[in-house]
């Protein structure tokens, strides 16, 4: 009875553990955007400045990448600066 309580314990540490990960890894690569840089309270400006991220999703400027991983609570990174070769089906500019 204690192996079945231990399996069912750690089967759901690693459902939890990887409902918080991001798509594909996306948290493990790419550089850790600059959010303390912005006020996300006061909103972002409207200046487009592409930013690819780890989910490769286009947003339209860093503060944007930043607002977007506050109200979602994940941790998409930079892939680079500049739009996204292979966007994901996500991306849409007009929203970022």
């Known amino acids: 009875m204690k192996a079945v309580g231990i ?3 750690l ?3 690693i459902c939890f553990y990887q409902g918080d990960a991001e798509p594909d890894g996306a948290a493990d690569q ?5 959010c303390g840089n912005y006020d996300l309270r006061k909103g972002c400006t ?3 400045d592409p ?4 989910d490769d999703v286009l947003y339209s400027n860093e503060c ?8 979602r609570h994940t941790n998409v990174r930079i892939k680079y600066r500049g739009k996204c070769q292979n ?3 996500h991306s849409n500019p007009a929203q970022n």
């Open 64 to 71: 944007l990448l930043c607002s977007q991983n506050l109200q």
């Open 30 to 34: 790419g550089t850790e955007a600059n």
């Open 7 to 9: 399996f069912l314990l």
């Open 51 to 54: 930013i690819c991220g780890t």
């Open 46 to 48: 409207k200046i487009f």
């Open 11 to 13: 089967f759901l540490a």
């Open 87 to 89: 966007p994901s089906p």
